[in-house]
């Protein structure tokens, strides 16, 4: 398992509060299943986020990823995607990516 741990701030510095919904597909890591799922993970009232995840960089299928859906309670819902190294901590800033289009 990996822990994602950071500090969630709005765009102003001040500190974020709501949630980050996780979706992720079905994949394998380290002889492990991992089911296709859904978390709304809270932010602390202090800002901080902490969740452990299995982690996707080395996982099967290859370029799997988690949907991060920001549902702050100021502000617009965004999303982003995040691919999770095999580490005991990571930050939010270190598991940002750009899925990338895979053809046949």
């Known amino acids: ?3 994602i741990q950071d500090m ?15 979706n992720w597909p079905s994949y394998q890591f380290g002889g492990v299943t991992i089911a296709p799922g859904q ?11 902490t969740v452990d995840v299995y982690p996707t960089i080395g996982a099967t299928p ?3 990823f988690f949907t991060a859906v920001y549902k702050l309670d100021k ?3 965004y999303r982003e995607y995040w691919m999770i190294p095999s580490l005991p901590v990571v930050s ?3 598991i940002r990516t750009i899925p990338q289009m895979v053809t046949n």
Do not use: E, H, K, N
């Open 1 to 3: 398992m990996t822990r």
């Open 8 to 22: 969630i701030t709005y765009a102003d510095g001040t500190l974020a509060s709501g949630r980050i919904v996780l």
């Open 39 to 49: 978390q709304p993970v809270p932010i602390a009232p202090d800002g901080s986020f």
């Open 62 to 64: 290859t370029g799997v």
């Open 75 to 77: 502000g617009p819902v």
């Open 92 to 94: 939010i800033g270190a």
